[in-house]
Every structure is written in structure tokens, then in C-alpha cells.
């Protein structure tokens, strides 16, 4: 079993619609989650971080995370075509990263 | 500031040739990575120097040798190129503070004939 599990997608929504991003890992020693964001020939940018279990808002993006169930979830309010890009979720225990496969959203104007 | 850069940008090798991607970067960061992104793989990574001076492997470093020259420069190096290791190359830095903040630079498109 992967460490991380993802949704390849594609993911395609209209504009305005509410996104919903998940992940899984397996490795109950993590502690921290993040979402990374990577346009189309581009490296992935860091885009939301939470420590523990929790929510965390930051504008139209709420990262959530269930340590209980071990569930990364990402939400997106009001989508936008510049949205479009592929999601990575990643987790560490501290120096390394290991990440999901990559969800990718079309957001359709 | 540039922050990751990354040379070559694209690459092309016939099987058996041997290159050398380079990175290098200027935020004064501790830790530098080199990841593989392959179509339904995900990023995984090669190699991984937590310090100047040392280097450590990663999920999949079979094929692959790194030099960290100093602090700023971490380059990965095909000795002998296989069509499996056509992929798109990342650098990334970490400062060592925020985990997982990990500054990504823009990749080498690397393909193997």
C-alpha cells in the first residue's frame, strides 16, 4: 500500500462550483499536511499547511484534516478557471516529503 | 531572487549517454531534494541532501549519483541513461523551519532514446 492515496482524476466543475479534494496515507507517525499546487510545466508551489488534525482557511481554500480516519481533504469556495491545475497532497514526519499521485482540475468558465 | 533554478531546461539522450542536471539556489537553505514526476507516479524522490556535506537516498535512487558542491548547489548525475528514467526532473530547497515548505524550481525535461 501506497503511503499516500490520491485521486488521479481528471476532475472537471464548471465556474463557481464548490471543489473537493481528498487524499489517504497510511503512516500514522505523520504530522504534517500539505497541499501543493502545480500549473501545467511547472514545479509544484505550496499552497496550504496544516499541523495536526484540524481546519485551515485561507481565502476560498480550506485544507482539512482527519487524523482519526487518516483523511487530507482540500475545498475550494467558488471556483475559477485559474484553478485549473493539478493537486498534490503530501505529508511528512519532519526533512522529507511524500506525496499522492496528483489530482487534476479543470475548472470550465 | 530567483529562488530553484534548474539547467537544462529540456534534454534529450541516447541510451548509454551520461549528463548532469544542475541546481542551485539562493534563499540560504540547509536541505535540497531531487524528485522524479512520471504520469501516474506522482512525485518521488531520488535523492536528498539534509546538509552540506551529506546525502541520503530516497524512494528511488537506483541509477542516479548527487554532489552537493556547497550550499547552494545540489546537481544530479545519469551515468549511463536508460529510456526509464525519461521524466521530468525537480529540485527543491528547504530552509529547515516550516516542515514540508519545500521551494520547487521549475524541472528538466528529460528524454532517453
Known amino acids: 500500500q501506497k503511503e499516500v492515496e490520491q485521486d488521479p482524476g481528471p476532475l472537471s466543475v464548471p465556474e463557481g462550483a464548490i471543489v473537493s479534494l481528498n487524499c489517504t496515507y497510511s503512516?500514522?507517525?505523520?504530522?504534517?499536511f500539505m497541499w501543493y499546487r502545480q500549473y501545467s510545466r511547472k514545479g509544484p508551489e505550496l499552497l496550504m499547511y496544516t499541523y495536526s488534525s484540524g481546519n485551515k482557511e485561507d481565502g476560498r481554500f480550506t485544507a482539512q484534516v482527519d487524523k482519526s480516519s487518516k483523511y487530507i481533504s482540500l475545498f475550494i469556495r467558488d471556483s475559477q478557471p485559474s484553478d485549473s491545475a493539478t493537486y498534490l497532497c503530501?505529508?511528512?514526519?519532519?526533512?522529507?516529503?511524500?506525496f499522492g499521485k496528483g489530482t487534476m482540475l479543470l475548472v470550465s468558465p | 531572487n530567483a529562488g530553484v533554478t534548474q539547467t537544462p531546461k529540456f534534454q534529450v539522450l541516447k541510451t548509454g549517454q551520461s549528463m548532469t542536471l544542475q541546481c542551485a539556489q539562493d534563499?540560504?537553505?540547509?536541505?535540497m531534494y531531487w524528485y522524479r514526476q512520471d504520469p501516474g507516479m506522482g512525485l518521488r524522490l531520488i535523492y536528498y541532501s539534509a546538509s552540506e556535506g551529506t546525502t541520503d537516498k530516497g524512494e528511488v535512487p537506483n541509477g542516479y549519483n548527487v554532489s552537493r558542491l556547497n550550499k547552494r548547489e545540489f546537481s544530479l548525475r545519469l551515468e549511463s541513461a536508460a529510456p526509464s528514467q525519461t521524466s521530468v526532473y525537480f529540485c527543491a530547497s528547504w530552509s529547515g523551519t516550516r516542515a514540508g515548505e519545500q521551494f520547487f524550481g521549475p524541472g528538466t525535461r528529460l528524454t532517453v532514446l
Open positions: 534563499m540560504n537553505h540547509n536541505s
Open positions: 503512516n500514522s507517525a505523520f504530522q504534517y
Open positions: 503530501a505529508t511528512t514526519g519532519y526533512s522529507t516529503l511524500t
